[in-house]
C-alpha cells in the first residue's frame, strides 16, 4: 500500500492567499516531511515534523500532523509567485526501512 | 559543499541498451537511495546503499535494474536492455544516515527510451 497521499492534486490560488495541502499515510511513522520540486528538478526538503510533535514552524510554512488519522497539512502563509511547484509528503518509517515513501504530491500554482 | 551531483542530466537510449546513471553524495553522506519518477507521479524508492553494500533493494525491479556504490567513486544505478517503459526521471539523494533521515537530492537523470 502506498503511503504520502496528497490532496489536492492540484491548487491555483491568488499571491498573497494561504495554500493548504494534505497528506494522509497508512503504517506507523518515525517522521513525516515535506519537500518541494520546481518543474523539472530535484527535490528540496522543507521541513521535518516528528511523529511525536503536533505541530512545527519555519518561517512561511507551518505543518501539522494528527498521528491518530494519520494524516499531515502542510501551510504556506502569504504565497508568492516562486512558491509555484509541487509538493511531496514523505513517510519514514524507519527501523530499516530506510528509503522515504512519497505521495503523487499537490501541484501548487500561484496566480500573480 | 556542494550538493548531490548527477550525471548525466539527460540520457537517451534505444531500447537493448545499457543505461549507466551516477550519483556523487554530498560531503560527509555515505548513505544513497535512488528513485524513480514517472511523469505526474510521486518518487518511487528503489534501493538505498551505504559504501560497498546494498542494505534494502525492496524497490528494484528484479530482472534489469542493479546499483552498486564502491569504496570509491560515485553510486551507479545499471539497467540494462532498457524497454521504453523505464523512461522516467531517476533521482538520487544522500544522507549521514541520522534517525531524522533528511535526503538530500541531485537534480534526476532524465532517462529517455527511444
Known amino acids: 500500500s502506498q503511503q504520502g497521499e496528497e490532496d489536492p492534486q492540484a491548487l491555483s490560488i491568488q499571491e498573497g492567499e494561504n495554500a493548504t495541502m494534505n497528506c494522509s499515510y497508512k503504517?506507523?511513522?518515525?517522521?513525516l516531511q515535506w519537500y518541494r520540486q520546481n518543474s523539472g528538478r530535484g527535490l528540496v526538503h522543507l521541513i521535518l515534523?516528528?511523529?511525536?510533535?503536533r505541530e512545527k514552524h519555519s518561517g512561511r510554512l507551518r505543518v501539522t500532523l494528527d498521528t491518530s488519522k494519520k494524516s499531515s497539512s502542510l501551510l504556506i502563509t502569504a504565497s508568492r509567485a516562486a512558491d509555484t511547484a509541487s509538493y511531496f509528503c514523505?513517510?519514514?518509517?524507519?527501523?530499516?526501512?530506510?528509503?522515504?515513501?512519497f505521495g503523487k504530491g499537490t501541484h501548487l500554482i500561484i496566480q500573480p | 559543499n556542494a550538493g548531490v551531483m548527477q550525471n548525466p542530466r539527460h540520457l537517451v537510449r534505444r531500447r537493448g541498451q545499457e543505461a549507466r546513471l551516477r550519483c556523487s553524495p554530498m560531503?560527509?553522506?555515505?548513505?544513497v537511495y535512488w528513485y524513480r519518477q514517472l511523469p505526474e507521479e510521486g518518487l518511487k524508492f528503489m534501493v538505498y546503499?551505504?559504501?560497498?553494500?546494498?542494505?534494502?533493494e525492496s524497490g528494484m525491479p528484479k530482472e534489469r535494474f542493479s546499483a552498486e556504490f564502491p569504496k570509491e567513486g560515485p553510486s551507479i544505478l545499471r539497467i540494462q536492455q532498457v524497454v521504453r517503459g523505464d523512461s522516467a526521471a531517476y533521482f538520487c539523494?544522500?544522507?549521514?544516515?541520522?534517525?531524522?533521515?533528511?535526503?538530500?537530492f541531485g537534480a534526476g537523470t532524465r532517462l529517455s527510451v527511444l
Open positions: 539523494a544522500s544522507s549521514t544516515g541520522t534517525s531524522k533521515n533528511i535526503q538530500y
Open positions: 503504517t506507523s511513522i518515525n517522521n
Open positions: 515534523i516528528r511523529s511525536n510533535e
Open positions: 514523505a513517510a519514514y518509517s524507519g527501523g530499516g526501512a530506510d528509503g522515504l515513501t
Open positions: 560531503k560527509g553522506h555515505s548513505h
Open positions: 546503499l551505504q559504501k560497498e553494500n546494498i542494505i534494502d
